[in-house]
C-alpha cells in the first residue's frame, strides 16, 4: 500500500459522520448539512475559550485520534492536535501522522509489525548488495561483463525486548528492473521490525521512534529522511503488508550535500552489534540532544553544541561508568574534616544559619569528583581507540597530555554551565571538542562489543576527515 494525498473520505467527529479532506498535513472537515455548520460557527468562540483556559492553565495541547473511511474503501485513523482551526464553522487539524489499512486484515490492535525505506537506510544498509557482476569470455578471446539482479535473503541484525515483545530487526535489498530507461537497474533496502506478538497503532508508533533515535545516532545528525511505513497484519496465515502510516509536521534542515550524508555509521561498521544500540535507545539512555541538524552543522561549535556535548558526555558516563573515580588521599582526607566540622557547627546554629551551612554540607557532599576526573577516566579506557584522533589533533602527542585537555574541558564546561561572561574559546578548544565528541560514541560503541579498529571507521566517518589515519 502507498502513501497517497490528497484523500477524501468520512469521519467520525463529535459523534456524527464529517466529509474530510486530508492534503498536505491538513485535514479540513465539512459539516454534513446546514444545520451542523451553523452549530460548528457558533462554537468558534467557546474554541478561543477553550485556548484560553488551557493557556492560563500552563496545559501541553493534547492529541486525539479520529477515525474514518476513505474514498477508496480502506479504514483511517487520524493523530490530530486537539488545537483546532475553525474557519467559520469548518474545522480544520495540524496531523501528526495518519494510519490507512486494509479492515479485513488488519486493525489497530492485531499489528504484526512493519518495514521502512528511505535515502539513509539505504546509506547504513548498501542496496548494491542486490546486485551481482559476471565476467566472461567467448572462444575468440572477446570479454563481457554484466551485472544482473539476484534474489538475496535477508540479514537479521538481532532482537531486543520492549514491553514484554521480541522484536526482531532485519534488512533486505530489493532489486528493480526498469525498461526503456536510461538507469535500467536500480535498488534500495528494506529495514523490517517483526514482532513476536500483535500489537497497537502506539507500540508501532514506539518503535517507530526508537528507529529514528537509531538514525539519528548512526547518522550524528537530526535531518533523516525516512519513507512512510509499510504495516503488517495476517492474510491467509501469511504475514503481509495492509497498511502504511505517513508522518507528517517535522521539518528537519535540508541535506544540501548528498554526497556528504553518506558519510555515516554502516551496517558492516557495526559488525552484528547494531541491535545492541536499540534498548538504551528506547529507554532514553542516549543522548540525542547534541546532534546536529545537518552534515554542514557539524564543522560549527556554537555557545549551544558546546553545552550540550558536555551534558551527552555525562549522561553515557553515568550510563556506562561507576562513578568512584578515585581521588587522591590528600583530598579525601581534607573533604572528610570540612564536612566533620559543617555538622559539627550545623548543630549549634539556628534559623537560617542553619540552613546555610546545611546547603553548604550538601553542596560539599556531592563533590566526590569533578568532570575532569570523570572525563579522564573514560578517555585512558578508550585511549587505544582516541590515539589516531589524539595524533591528528595534538602534534607530538604523549599520553600523559589527557590530564591537560581533561582539565581544560572541565574549566570551559563550568565557566559555560555557570554563565561566566569571560568565557574563552581558544583554537586547543577546538581539538578538545573534537576528541569529547569522538570519546562520547567510542565509550557507547565499546560498551557494545564493537572492535576497536571498526570504531575507528566509525568516528573517521562520522568526521568526514579521511585524513585521519587509522591504520
Not at 189 to 204: A, T
Not at 362 to 372: I, P, Q
Not at 402 to 429: E, F, K, T, Y
Request: charged letters at 30%; glycine letters at 6%; aromatic letters at 14%.
Amino acid at each position: 500500500m502507498q502513501e497517497t494525498s490528497p484523500i477524501m473520505g468520512y469521519i467520525m467527529y463529535l459523534e456524527k459522520e464529517y466529509p474530510f479532506l486530508f492534503e498536505e498535513g491538513i485535514l479540513r472537515l465539512f459539516p454534513p448539512t446546514r444545520q451542523e455548520w451553523r452549530e460548528r460557527r457558533g462554537s468558534l468562540f467557546k474554541d478561543f475559550e477553550k485556548f484560553k483556559t488551557l493557556h492560563q492553565k500552563q496545559e501541553w495541547i493534547g492529541h486525539s485520534l479520529l477515525k474514518g473511511r476513505t474514498q477508496d474503501g480502506f479504514c483511517i485513523v487520524f493523530c490530530v492536535s486537539n488545537s483546532s482551526s475553525n474557519d467559520n464553522g469548518f474545522e480544520s487539524f495540524s496531523v501528526d501522522y495518519y494510519f490507512k489499512y486494509n479492515g479485513d486484515f488488519l486493525d489497530e490492535e492485531t499489528i504484526y509489525g512493519f518495514s521502512v525505506t528511505g535515502r539513509e537506510v539505504d546509506y547504513f544498509y548498501n542496496p548494491r548488495r542486490a546486485f551481482a557482476m559476471d565476467s566472461m569470455c567467448d572462444e575468440s578471446g572477446n570479454s563481457r561483463t554484466g551485472v544482473y539482479a539476484r534474489q538475496t535473503k535477508s540479514d537479521t541484525a538481532g532482537s531486543y525486548w520492549y514491553k514484554n515483545t521480541e522484536i526482531t530487526v532485519s534488512f533486505h535489498a530489493i532489486p528493480t528492473i526498469h525498461f526503456r530507461s536510461e538507469t535500467p537497474l536500480s535498488a534500495r533496502s528494506r529495514m523490517i521490525f517483526s514482532f513476536s506478538r500483535p500489537q497497537n497503532l502506539e507500540f508501532l508508533i514506539d518503535v517507530y521512534e526508537h528507529c529514528l533515535r537509531f538514525f539519528y545516532y548512526v547518522c550524528y545528525r537530526v535531518n533523516v529522511k525516512l519513507v512512510a511505513l509499510n504495516v503488517y497484519g495476517m492474510r491467509e496465515g501469511q504475514i503481509s503488508c495492509e497498511g502504511v502510516v505517513a508522518f507528517y509536521g517535522k521539518e528537519h534542515t535540508e541535506e544540501p550535500d548528498l554526497e556528504k550524508a553518506r558519510e555515516i555509521i554502516t551496517y558492516d561498521d557495526l559488525e552484528g552489534k547494531m541491535v545492541e544500540l536499540f534498548p538504551p535507545l528506547a529507554q532514553n539512555q542516549i543522548y540525542l540532544e547534541h546532534l546536529c541538524s545537518s552534515v554542514a552543522a557539524r564543522s560549527s561549535w556554537g555557545i549551544n553544541r558546546i553545552i550540550l556535548m558536555f551534558v551527552a558526555f555525562e549522561r553515557e558516563f553515568r550510563n556506562l561508568y561507576d562513578d568512584t573515580v578515585t581521588r587522591s588521599e590528600a583530598y579525601v582526607e581534607v573533604r572528610e574534616e570540612v564536612l566533620k566540622y559543617l555538622k559539627n557547627r550545623k548543630e549549634q546554629y539556628t534559623g537560617k544559619k542553619k540552613k546555610y551551612v546545611g546547603e553548604i554540607e550538601r553542596t560539599l557532599s556531592k563533590t566526590e569528583n569533578k568532570y575532569a576526573d570523570r572525563m579522564e577516566k573514560a578517555m585512558r579506557d578508550c585511549e587505544e581507540i582516541l590515539r589516531p584522533f589524539l595524533k591528528y589533533y595534538y602534534r607530538d602527542y604523549q599520553s600523559d597530555m589527557i590530564g591537560d585537555i581533561c582539565d581544560r574541558m572541565n574549566q570551559l564546561r563550568n565557566d559555560s554551565a555557570h554563565g561566566n561572561i569571560d568565557l574563552r574559546i581558544d583554537p586547543v578548544h577546538i581539538s578538545d571538542f573534537a576528541i569529547l565528541e569522538s570519546l562520547v560514541y567510542a565509550m557507547r560503541l565499546k560498551a557494545i562489543g564493537v572492535e576497536t579498529r571498526k570504531i575507528q571507521v566509525c568516528l573517521q566517518t562520522l568526521k568526514g576527515n579521511r585524513r585521519i589515519c587509522t591504520e
